[in-house]
């Protein structure tokens, strides 16, 4: 890359802000200028590379959305201003990378059918005009190579290739610019042509693929001239959120704010059921209570529903927030079937079926690991004094404070509880212990670094992002989160039978009450065929009939294949702690890296530290199946 090496020229008939904004990308700072005459200037830093757009305001409105989505583009609302602009910006780039290309992104009149008679859709076209020959020839044919990759789900594109005619481009209808440049036209294939109306799904994928392979030309002209290095195309997006990102993102945590999902079907009264149900000879299924839930449902979708998502400028971005509102009106329908027959199918929807290959899996752990189970509860360690409520509480601040010692912002919170289950529950920053809590003292860290090192660390980490979306969690997020957790368990040393065997338990339990069983039924299922003790049974299922029976606790197991299968594939585990993720947003969050946009996690797990931690994950990376996390 090269450097400035002369002043910033003026242009006789600049404009003053044009000028202002030249010198602000010689400094080196971000640009979003409004023009006078409509249109804007967005350089989210200096590139080789300019996204052009010239239309009025409401025209071609798709091939607009593209062009905003990059990290250095310009709208521009007739040619003129476009070439001032262009030229001038153009100048300062070149000389200071050494190259410098345009991208012009416009739309087709119409979406011409191009042929008759076909049983499918037919395709639709895209056009790419460059020179013959030069880097730009290298980033027309990137560009292709990526659109012809795309997986058709509608249209298939058609590209069409041109060359700029030899007496110039501006006989073409180009802009006048001395740059290398590319023009990109598509079919309006987004809306239908004599009504009008939109497509959202086809315009979604119209402006994620387009966008794509813009960059995938950018990043080759740059290969190609040297003028810059980038590990992916997809590092050449914005490193910067623009304000309709904070304020959607603001929005989006209002509204998950206003609820606590798991404390909402999460029974008060769990010690007085469990009296209820062994009176009735363990028969009858035992009444559970429930917190009165303190918003009103409707309310809060119409809330969710009124945020706007239409100025983010960002599709990845986009596609996050979408998937996210999306969780939260299933969340929310759910709460408003607690305790009726809906109840059982939204959980379904939320977090999936049982897997047969999940069941499977299970019911080899509760075979495979019975002798073991009962060994250790014969063990030295069985007959220890178990750890009750204050001294995990106690444990518990110690390894906070510990945290806290490492990142000042790690402000969680620990309350000792009447209302909940045996165990510990994390809400936001705050850790939740159950007052009949007790377990076995060798257990105790193994569980902190589940609650504190994975789910409270998560928290804080993705507070640090700067998006409150990253600590309450990407759509999705539990199942590898719950992974990482029974993971960390096994990497702090404190993975035992018992534990495994519940965990398999779980989705026993969870596909018995999707297939019609009763409490009484899979609680039998559990503890006089499966051998569970009677309150690790009846534990597991007031968990998975809590509110009308929810599958929530197949992601424990579920989530930990999904951990240990991305890292026998060579996979990392940092990207994990950057926030509250899920196993399909692994590559998302490497490009927000990449980018820029996310920074590396702000704390580390203290288990990470474990002298035994690196030869375990050794072994993780080497193939591992859930059982094998008993034998180290």
């Known amino acids: 890359m090269k450097s400035a090496s002369a002043p910033l020229?003026?242009?006789?008939?600049?404009?003053?802000?044009?000028?202002?904004?030249?010198?602000?990308?010689?400094?080196?700072?971000?640009?979003?200028?409004?023009?006078?005459d409509g249109g804007r200037l967005h350089i989210d830093r200096a590139l080789p590379f300019l996204c052009v757009h010239v239309s009025d305001v409401g025209h071609a409105p798709v091939?607009?959305?593209?062009?905003?989505?990059?990290?250095?583009?310009?709208?521009?609302?007739?040619?003129?201003?476009?070439?001032?602009?262009?030229?001038?910006?153009?100048?300062?780039?070149?000389?200071?990378?050494?190259?410098?290309?345009?991208l012009e992104m416009g739309e087709l009149a119409s979406d011409e059918l191009l042929t008759d008679k076909e049983p499918f859709l037919p395709p639709f076209t895209i056009e790419v005009t460059a020179e013959k020959t030069g880097p730009i020839r290298a980033a027309a044919r990137a560009f292709i190579a990526a659109i012809e990759a795309i997986q058709v789900k509608f249209r298939t594109p058609r590209v069409e290739v041109h060359n700029w005619p030899g007496d110039g481009r501006t006989a073409a209808g180009a802009l006048d610019i001395p740059f290398p440049s590319m023009r990109v036209r598509f079919a309006p294939v987004y809306r239908q042509q004599e009504s009008g109306n939109i497509y959202p799904e086809l315009r979604e994928r119209l402006v994620a693929a387009i966008f794509d392979a813009g960059l995938h030309a950018f990043s080759a002209f740059a290969t190609s001239t040297g003028s810059?290095?980038?590990?992916?195309?997809?590092?050449?997006?914005?490193?910067?959120?623009?304000?309709?990102?904070v304020r959607t993102d603001r929005c989006i945590d209002?509204?998950?704010?206003?609820?606590?999902?798991?404390?909402?079907?999460?029974?008060?009264?769990?010690?007085?059921?469990?009296?209820?149900?062994?009176?009735?000879?363990?028969?009858?299924?035992?009444?559970?209570?429930?917190?009165?839930?303190?918003?009103?449902?409707?309310?809060?979708?119409?809330?969710?529903?009124?945020?706007?998502f239409e100025h983010l400028e960002d599709p990845v971005l986009y596609q996050l927030y979408r998937e996210k509102q999306q969780e939260l009106d299933l969340q929310l329908s759910i709460l408003s079937a607690r305790e009726t027959t809906k109840f059982i199918e939204f959980g379904r929807a939320l977090?999936?079926?049982?897997?047969?290959?999940?069941?499977?899996?299970?019911?080899?752990?509760?075979?495979?690991?019975?002798?073991?189970?009962?060994?250790?509860?014969?063990?030295?360690?069985?007959?220890?004094?178990?750890?009750?409520?204050?001294?995990v509480e106690r444990r518990a601040r110690e390894m906070i404070a510990e945290y806290q010692r490492r990142c000042s912002d790690f402000e969680a919170r620990v309350e000792v509880r009447d209302d909940l289950p045996s165990g510990l529950l994390v809400s936001g920053r705050r850790l939740l212990i159950s007052r009949s809590t007790l377990m076995p003292i060798d257990r105790v860290e193994a569980i902190l670094s589940h609650e504190i090192g994975v789910h409270l660390l998560t928290y804080f980490n993705g507070s640090a992002q700067g998006l409150r979306l990253f600590r309450s969690g990407l759509a999705g997020y539990e199942g590898m989160q719950e992974g990482l957790a029974v993971f960390a368990e096994y990497l702090s040393g404190g993975m035992t039978s018992e534990?495994?065997?519940?965990?398999?338990?779980?989705?026993?339990?969870?596909?018995a009450m999707l297939d019609g069983a009763s409490l009484p039924d899979t609680y039998r299922l559990l503890a006089r065929e499966r051998g569970l003790p009677e309150a690790d049974a009846f534990n597991v299922v007031l968990r998975v009939y809590r509110g009308g029976g929810l599958v929530k606790d197949a992601i424990y197991l579920r989530g930990l294949l999904q951990l240990l299968h991305h890292l026998a594939e060579g996979g990392a585990l940092e990207p994990f702690w950057m926030g509250k993720i899920a196993a399909s947003h692994f590559r998302v969050m490497q490009e927000l890296s990449a980018r820029g946009l996310i920074g590396a996690p702000a704390v580390r797990p203290m288990f990470i530290d474990h002298p035994q931690t690196p030869a375990r994950l050794e072994r993780a990376r080497s193939g591992m199946s859930p059982l094998d996390l008993l034998d180290s």
């Open 499 to 511: 534990r495994l065997r519940l965990i398999a338990a779980r989705v026993i339990a969870c596909a």
């Open 228 to 245: 810059l290095t980038a590990p992916t195309h997809r590092a050449l997006g914005r490193k910067a959120f623009v304000d309709a990102v």
């Open 254 to 308: 209002e509204v998950a704010s206003t609820f606590d999902f798991l404390l909402a079907v999460t029974p008060i009264n769990a010690e007085a059921a469990w009296s209820e149900f062994a009176s009735s000879g363990f028969d009858r299924t035992p009444r559970f209570l429930y917190r009165p839930l303190t918003l009103q449902v409707e309310a809060a979708k119409r809330k969710l529903f009124s945020i706007s």
């Open 9 to 36: 020229a003026v242009r006789a008939g600049q404009p003053n802000w044009l000028t202002e904004a030249l010198a602000a990308i010689e400094a080196g700072k971000a640009v979003r200028k409004e023009l006078p």
């Open 63 to 102: 091939a607009r959305e593209i062009t905003q989505a990059n990290a250095s583009y310009l709208l521009a609302p007739d040619s003129p201003t476009a070439e001032l602009i262009v030229s001038a910006v153009g100048a300062l780039l070149e000389r200071r990378f050494g190259a410098f290309m345009v």
């Open 351 to 391: 977090y999936g079926p049982v897997e047969a290959e999940l069941l499977r899996v299970a019911e080899t752990i509760l075979g495979v690991s019975d002798s073991g189970a009962k060994k250790s509860r014969h063990s030295a360690s069985a007959i220890r004094p178990p750890a009750d409520c204050h001294f």
